[in-house]
């Protein structure tokens, strides 16, 4: 596990997930609408910046999987 920071590569807002890249997670890390930070509907942008908390699983062809997504506050 661990913690970086990245950007939304893709938002798949009608299916409810997306891929985040950083440098600790090569390839990107596939992430759930579940695990953003929030309440209500959740989604994030493509380009937004995001801090990440992350796991080694495989998903979705990804090597990687977040277990909570924040933005950061503006």
Partial sequence: ???????????HAELGWGVLDSPDT?????AHYSNIDGTGFRALTVGATVDIDWEHAAQDGYRFRATRVKQPET
Avoid: L, N
Avoid at 1 to 11: L, S
Avoid at 26 to 30: A, E, F, K, S, T
């Fill in 1 to 11: 596990m661990g913690q970086t920071t990245g950007t939304v590569r893709e938002w």
């Fill in 26 to 30: 090569p390839g990107g890390c596939w």
